[in-house]
C-alpha cells in the first residue's frame, strides 16, 4: 500500500486548506501533503510536501493521527496516510502549479468540497484531539464503510 502524508497548517481558530488544482483530488479542498519517497522518512515527506505545494516551510510538526483510505473500485488508489498539524511555519502560504491555499475559520470549512471522510475526522483534531481511521469509498468517493478512533491529544 503506499504511503502517504497530510499535513495541516493551523493558527488561532484557522485552518489551511489548499484546492488541489492536478492530478489526485483535483477540485477538492484538502491539506497539503503526498506520496513519501522510496527511502524517505514520513515527517520528511510531509516538510518537503508543504514545501512544494505552498512554499512554506513547517516547523515543530506533530503526528496527528494514521488512515487507511481504501477504494473499492480503483484499488490502486489505496494509501496510508500519516496526519500532522503544524503550528509553525516560515514563508507565508503562495499558491502553486498544485494547490491554490487559503484560510477558513473553523466554523466555515468547506466539508461538501473536500473529501467525504474530513467531516468525520477533522473536527475532533480542530479541538485538539488525534485520531486513527479507516475509509473504504465506491463510486462517486462515497464512503461506504468506515471505523475511526478518537484518541485524546
Known sequence: MKQA???LLVKDDKILLAMKKRGFGVGKWNGV???VEFGEKIIDAAIREA???IGVDVK???KYGFFDF???DKPMWNQGVTLFVAKEWVGEPAESEEMMPKWFSH????YQEMWPDDAHWMPHVLQGKKVEA???FGEDDKI???DLKVLEG
Request: a negative charge; charged letters at 30%.
Open 60 to 62: 515543530n510538526i506533530e
Open 33 to 35: 501533503g503526498g506520496k
Open 144 to 146: 461506504l464503510d468506515h
Open 51 to 53: 514545501k512544494e505545494e
Open 134 to 136: 479507516s475509509f473504504v
Open 70 to 72: 481504501k477504494f473499492a
Open 5 to 7: 502524508t497530510l499535513c
Open 107 to 110: 466554523n466555515e470549512i468547506p
